[in-house]
């Protein structure tokens, strides 16, 4: 018994191969797919250096009382902070809440020449809760000078950070202090 050899050229390999190929092309694309996919509640590596980005500027804009920058950093303070977190520290007296208040406070740190370093050594930034918030802690230390006094104070920021629904900026939506108490 022979066997006879055919010739077979590329149009009968796809005619009779096609569909096995097309299906062997589709399953290492969607495994590759499914592979690099985020993992349910993950923030992104890009989400994540703009959180920290946007968590120094806040801090900053926190601890900074230097005579020079008081004014900015009160106006960008209440465009990061949400309406009812700044009310809240306005009434608290941790953020001047009028003009009034702000105006008296820079001529207060111009008669004393004060000025302000902040250096932020750590932040750590969480996975969304169930309403999107994405919790921040950020650790540090503020250096202070002026005529009346000079110090350095460690401090501990838990940021919880959302998003403006119109602009989808970011936006700190609650802030606690967890500064150890130092003797």
């Not at 066997?3 to 077979?8: A, G, H, L, R, T």
């Not at 008296?104 to 918030?133: F, H, W, Y």
């Amino acid at each position: 018994m022979y066997w006879k050899v055919q010739k077979i050229g590329p149009e009968q390999l796809i005619r009779a191969y096609g569909v096995h190929i097309l299906l062997g092309v589709s399953v290492i694309i969607n495994g590759f797919l499914f592979l690099t996919m985020p993992k349910g509640n993950k923030v992104s590596s890009e989400t994540k250096q703009t959180i920290e980005a946007f968590v120094r500027d806040v801090t900053n804009h926190l601890l900074d009382t230097s005579y020079i920058n008081c004014e900015k950093n009160v106006m960008e303070l209440r465009k990061e902070l949400a309406p009812n977190l700044f009310a809240n520290m306005a009434q608290r007296k941790e953020v001047p809440g009028t003009n009034s208040e702000l105006i008296g406070l820079i001529r207060d740190m111009s008669e004393r020449k004060q000025v302000c370093a902040v250096r932020v050594d750590k932040v750590t930034i969480g996975d969304p809760d169930n309403r999107g918030m994405i919790p921040v802690e950020v650790q540090g230390v503020c250096a202070l000078h002026s005529s009346q006094d000079t110090g350095e104070t460690n401090f501990r920021f838990r940021y919880l950070i959302g998003q403006h629904a119109e602009t989808k900026a970011f936006l700190i939506a609650d802030f606690h202090d967890e500064t150890p108490v130092q003797p």
